[in-house]
């Protein structure tokens, strides 16, 4: 098996930050310490770079068909861009067909990622269609693999809703599987009541969106969620979580016991509700939408003291063609934008270079944690001996503009455009192969593996 020694290098490891060497053998990471007595087949001087776990995104929409349009990432262009941006391991969401098993959700996707992948990926089956046979397939998703179904509680039209009366058998099932359900929380009734009024009062801009859809509206769906787990037990996880009432809730609801997580996702952390406001508004029509400045403080102090448990991409790229059918309307736009490159990056460059997250809890956000809640830890989410040798090699005293032109996307447009960044990746390795060497992409095709994951118990 091949040796690769990465020398000298500032070695993040849960509660140990320190200079060391690390020894990769075959896939794996063989040894963390001091390793100067060692020969290895090819060995790295990181001398001034950080050595940290490749990124875990567990948020992500390739191909995903969706308000009269695709998302422009599919299993190749997705995993170069996260590759680029030092994630190793995604994990895309699978909309159940209608009338089709919901076993198909897995065998949709690794279609799409055979021969095409270049990170490891794994699946959450979206739920559309409640039925009791879909109830009765819930064992058998979790036992193969996917025990993290999602579902929307809102988007009727996009035949995504799931009313509560079935929310609540999901979540049944799911607790009796050892599954975990994600939910997007908005609250389907006050979206269908707000935005016909503002469409009929002529208030259509960019800006309106944000306007209405409200924070009570996320806030409304999260506190029927918790009432769930409150009345059902069973394991929440509330996906892209935008507000400061929203952190209260979760962080109450775990102090009270219930097995509940949140998230939040880099655009949330970095944009405020003005970015709408400019005449390129519709770049940044999310949903949730974005919040205004106190809100987003508070998302960040969840980060911190762990209310909020990780920093997902939702990356979510439509073609610029496809953004402007919210031109005039901005009911019409695909809600979303590609952030899967951006997001480790930018959360180090945020987060740790701008003071607001310490080195340790960076990783923990973007890599360890993501990996410990989705079933896939240790093997992913850290650098002990043991792990998949998933490695970013990080200069963190470099300083860049983020943007188009460095951009490995393939969208034709980029939300990030113009972000200064301190901190850049130097080299990717997943499962022990270099797969970036600086502005090099090595992975062959389809070399990523379908991530077989287990929730702990
Ligand atoms: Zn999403």
Request: net charge negative; with cysteine; glycine share 10%.
């Given at each position: 098996?091949k ?44 001398t ?5 776990p490749g ?9 995903d068909?969706?308000m009269?349009?695709?998302?422009v ?16 391991s ?14 198909s ?59 509560e ?26 979206i ?17 969106h944000a ?6 509206v996320?806030n ?16 929440l ?20 016991g ?13 944009f405020?509700?003005?970015m709408?406001?400019?005449?390129d ?44 059918y919210g ?10 934008m590609?952030?899967?490159e ?6 180090y ?14 990783v923990?956000?973007v ?14 989410g ?15 005293s ?39 060497d ?20």
């Amino acid at each position: 098996m091949k040796t690769t020694l990465i020398r000298n290098g500032t070695v993040v490891l849960p509660g140990i930050i320190s200079q060391q060497d690390l020894l990769i053998r075959g896939e794996k990471i063989a040894a963390v310490g001091d390793l100067s007595g060692l020969a290895a087949d090819e060995t790295v001087d990181a001398t001034d770079l950080l050595v940290l776990p490749g990124g875990v995104d567990t948020h992500v929409h390739f191909n995903d068909v969706f308000m009269n349009t695709i998302s422009v990432h599919d299993y190749y262009t997705g995993t170069v861009a996260a590759a680029f941006g030092g994630t190793t391991s995604v994990i895309d969401f699978s909309n159940q067909r209608p009338g089709v098993s919901l076993m198909s959700t897995i065998d949709d996707k690794r279609e799409e990622a055979q021969g095409r992948a270049l990170v490891d990926w794994g699946v959450h089956p979206v739920i559309t269609q409640p039925t009791e046979s879909t109830l009765a397939e819930i064992a058998q998703v979790v036992a193969a693999g996917a025990p993290t179904i999602k579902c929307y509680m809102t988007y009727r039209q996009e035949g995504l809703l799931i009313e509560e009366p079935d929310l609540r058998r999901i979540l049944a099932a799911l607790r009796d599987a050892g599954g975990m359900l994600l939910v997007h929380a908005e609250d389907n009734d006050m979206i269908e009541t707000l935005v016909p009024h503002f469409l009929e009062t002529g208030r259509t801009s960019a800006i309106h969106h944000a306007e209405s859809k409200p924070p009570e509206v996320e806030n409304k769906a999260i506190a029927r969620c918790l009432r769930m787990v409150r009345d059902i037990g069973g394991r929440l996880f509330i996906v892209h979580m935008t507000t400061a009432e929203g952190v209260e809730m979760v962080g109450a609801a775990r102090c009270a016991g219930l097995d509940v997580l949140a998230e939040t996702c880099t655009h949330y952390l970095l944009f405020t509700e003005e970015m709408l406001r400019r005449e390129d508004g519709i770049k940044w029509i999310c949903s949730p939408p974005l919040r205004d400045q106190a809100t987003q403080d508070r998302l960040w102090a969840g980060l911190r003291d762990g209310r909020l448990t990780q920093v997902t991409s939702d990356d979510a790229a439509y073609s610029w063609e496809a953004t402007l059918y919210g031109r005039d309307r901005f009911d019409l736009c695909p809600n979303g934008m590609g952030g899967i490159e951006p997001r480790f990056p930018i959360m180090y460059s945020e987060g740790v270079a701008k003071g607001r997250l310490s080195l340790e809890r960076f990783v923990e956000l973007v890599s360890t944690n993501p990996a410990r809640n989705f079933g896939l830890y240790p093997q992913k989410g850290t650098l002990l001996p043991g792990a998949d040798a998933d490695i970013v090699l990080f200069d963190p005293s470099v300083k860049w503009t983020m943007g188009q032109a460095n951009s490995h996307s393939n969208n034709d447009w980029h939300a990030y455009e113009g972000i200064e960044i301190t901190g850049q990746i130097r080299q990717v390795y997943s499962r022990g192969q270099l797969i970036i060497d600086g502005d090099e992409c090595r992975a062959e095709k389809g070399r990523g593996r379908y991530l077989h994951r287990r929730l702990p118990s």
